[in-house]
């Protein structure tokens, strides 16, 4: 096996400023972006018509855009990841990919929110696929080298876990000000507004990322397997081995139901709740700060018991509080506001272990492919993470679309917007069959023992 990373970092214990701050600092600037594109783009451009705004695209159209945009996003993450992985420059594998996609990502976010034509055209189309085309392209050149980053920056999982749940709460932030403050500033400014000042924020803290990564691994044990030709070599024998395949699968269910909530709190504020967008950022506000505070919780569970262990109840949590959410309003206590915060609050709890959890487990797959083969691909297998969960997204659209357009989406018949939720129960429950055969322990060691290598 290689050696990989550098023993002149004896420490065990993450720098708070370095690699807990700003390492993090890109994930308070993606959740920015991310909550506030998948809250508000499908509202902004289709609008409920009791609302009387302007519809720019065709829901149809719409549709396939937001979809195909997902799956585009969804393939470059594992060639992002493959790239990264083989690059060899003075600044690391790493840190050329996040300095030269931050900017692209930050112009091409607030041009999301500038349609050319002031109603309903196939050009507005058009230059929204455009925009999507390379918001993908640069979201991914950012997310992917920085996820990959943690394996090598601590190899313990205590570490790791410390890291990754300080990520969530510096994450969490990020999607409260995206999340919070989006409502208020497109009500009264505007959506291309809103997206500048919010983007603006975002952009300078994915930047100021770059001062926390610190990659330890030695450039001359990078191989050289150029073309396409090591790329799908490495991408079949990814997907070959039933561990990866199980928690692939489970990530692609699970994580659809958090793209599914955002996108649908925008409706279901307007039309069940019949308030307006600044109280669906509220909403979604709530949301996040639940999920910060339950950070301290998940940090002290993943410490003492296995991340599987955990994942699994996080899943049954998040079916249950899906049901709930189908049956707001008609529960005979509290108003239909009050019952919302209470049952968004149960479901916004396992979305802070689940995010907490999940890089760390990545990082276990990447141990668990070094045991496997003496490399170290760290970049690949979070680029594969994020194939599948963009997998599950691309669906979200589509299924939005779908059931608004067969059960219903105004203020008369606001079925298809109810049965959403229904639609996130199954999707959890999916997940917790698929990670059942998971079994990869949380130390190489534990692995080497569970998998008999």
């Known amino acids: 096996m290689q050696e990989s990373i550098e023993s002149g970092n004896t420490s065990d214990k993450p720098s708070v400023v370095k690699e807990l701050i700003l390492y993090n600092l890109a994930g308070f600037s993606l959740n920015i972006y991310d909550t506030i594109l998948s809250a508000w783009i499908l509202f902004f451009y289709i609008p409920p018509k009791d609302l009387g705004r302007i519809q720019y695209i065709p829901m149809a159209a719409l549709g396939v855009i937001l979809a195909g945009g997902r799956i585009l996003d969804a393939v470059t993450d594992p060639l992002v990841g493959y790239l990264s992985d083989h690059t060899k420059t003075r600044w690391g594998r790493r840190k050329p ?49 920085w996820f990959a ?3 090598e920056m ?15 709460a510096i994450g969490v932030i990020g999607a409260q000000v995206g999340g919070g403050l989006s409502g208020p500033l497109l009500e009264n400014l505007g959506a291309f507004r809103m997206a500048i000042i919010l983007g603006f924020a975002a952009f300078i803290s994915g930047e100021l990322t770059l001062f926390g990564i610190t990659e330890r691994y030695r450039s001359e044990n990078v191989e050289s397997e ?8 490495v991408l079949k024998q990814v997907f070959s081995d039933k ?23 925008p409706y ?68 239909a506001y009050i019952q919302t915060l209470i049952i968004f609050s149960i479901i916004a709890i396992p979305f802070g272990g689940m995010f907490a959890a999940v890089l760390g ?32 997204w691309a669906f979200c659209p589509l299924i939005v679309v779908g059931l608004f357009s067969i059960f219903g989406s105004s203020i008369e018949n606001p079925t298809g917007v109810r049965i959403v939720w229904l639609v996130c129960t199954l999707a959890c429950l999916l997940g917790f069959l698929a990670f059942l055969p998971y079994m990869l322990g949380d130390s190489q060691k534990e692995t080497k023992g569970k998998m008999n290598l």
């Open 97 to 145: 990919y996040i300095f030269i996609s931050a900017p692209l990502l930050y112009l091409s976010f607030f041009l999301v929110w500038f349609p050319p034509v002031n109603g309903t055209s196939i050009l507005n189309a058009v230059f929204l696929g455009v925009v999507l085309f390379v918001y993908y392209w640069s979201y991914t050149g950012v997310l992917i080298p």
């Open 149 to 151: 980053v943690l394996p």
């Open 154 to 168: 601590r190899t313990e999982n205590k570490s790791r876990v410390k890291i990754a749940t300080a990520g969530v």
């Open 226 to 233: 150029p073309g396409f030709h090591g790329f799908f070599k």
């Open 243 to 265: 561990q990866v395949l199980s928690f692939a699968i489970m990530i692609m269910f699970v994580q659809l139901t958090y793209q599914l909530m955002l996108i649908n709190v």
């Open 268 to 335: 279901f504020t307007t039309l069940i709740l019949r308030r307006g967008e600044a109280d669906a950022s509220i909403l979604m506000a709530q949301v996040i700060i639940v999920m910060a505070i339950s950070t301290p919780l998940w940090y002290f569970l993943l410490s003492r018991f296995p991340k599987r262990m955990i994942f699994r109840g996080i899943m049954v949590t998040m079916a249950l509080g899906y049901v709930l959410g189908f049956f707001i309003g008609r529960f005979p206590l509290f108003s």
């Open 361 to 392: 487990i990545v990082a276990d797959i990447a141990d668990y492919d070094e045991l496997k083969s003496g490399k170290r691909r760290e970049a690949v297998y979070y680029g594969i993470y994020g194939i599948v969960r963009k997998t599950g």
